[in-house]
């Protein structure tokens, strides 16, 4: 089942980033309208501090916490230590 898109386009965009990248989505709604989760879900991944986040439903600024979600997906620890193998 494919999850809901977001109202923002900047935000969907990286959300879409993320999903290309393994990450998944739960929509969950409220002041966060959703929560992204690490593929890897790796403990000794910066002792899991980013292997979720919070997706806002009204960001402040949609293009920079669009920004902020695919800065989460680039510096994954467990993600580069894999794809340096």
């Known amino acids: 089942m494919r999850r809901k898109k977001h109202a923002k386009k900047d935000v969907e ?3 879409c980033y993320a999903e290309a990248h393994g ?3 739960e929509v969950v709604g409220g002041h ?3 929560k992204l989760y690490c593929p890897f879900n790796d403990k000794a991944c910066r002792c899991g501090e980013f292997c979720i986040s919070s997706i806002w439903s009204t960001p402040r600024n949609a293009v920079n916490h669009a920004k902020q979600i695919k800065k989460i997906v680039d510096n994954c620890a467990a993600r580069k230590n894999d794809s340096t193998e």
């Open 13 to 15: 965009k990286a959300l």
């Open 23 to 25: 990450w998944k989505i």
């Open 32 to 34: 966060a309208w959703g």
